[in-house]
C-alpha cells in the first residue's frame, strides 16, 4: 500500500457522517447499500467506509485497505464525483 493513511485519524469519521451529502447527491439514502472496493475486493456498505471530510472535498476510503472508494468535490456550479475506487454503487429504486 503505498498512500499511508494512519496519519489522519483523528480526521476520520465513518461514511454515516456523510449521509445528508449523499442523498442530496443521489436522492436516495446511501448509507445501508453495498458497494465493492475495486482495489482489495471488500464488500460493505457506504456507511462503513472511512470518510475524511476536512479536504477540500470528501474522501470516502475502503475500512480495509485505504484505497480511495469514493471522492466527492462541490463547487458552486457542480459537484463532482469520482467513483473509480468502486467495483459498483448500488442505488435503490
Ligand atoms: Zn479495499
Known amino acids: 500500500m503505498a498512500e499511508r493513511i494512519d496519519i489522519n485519524h483523528e480526521l476520520m469519521l465513518d461514511g454515516n457522517a456523510t449521509a445528508g451529502l449523499l442523498y442530496e447527491i443521489f436522492g436516495v439514502e446511501m448509507t445501508a ?3 465493492e472496493c475495486a ?4 464488500q460493505g456498505e457506504i456507511g462503513d467506509l472511512l470518510a475524511f471530510t ?3 472535498g470528501i474522501i470516502l476510503r475502503c475500512p480495509a485497505c485505504g484505497n480511495v472508494t469514493l471522492r466527492i468535490v462541490q463547487t458552486p ?3 463532482f464525483l469520482d467513483a473509480r475506487g468502486a467495483v459498483y454503487l448500488r442505488l435503490s429504486r
Open 77 to 79: 456550479e457542480a459537484i
Open 54 to 56: 476536512q479536504g477540500p
Open 39 to 42: 482495489h482489495c475486493g471488500n
Open 33 to 35: 447499500s453495498p458497494t
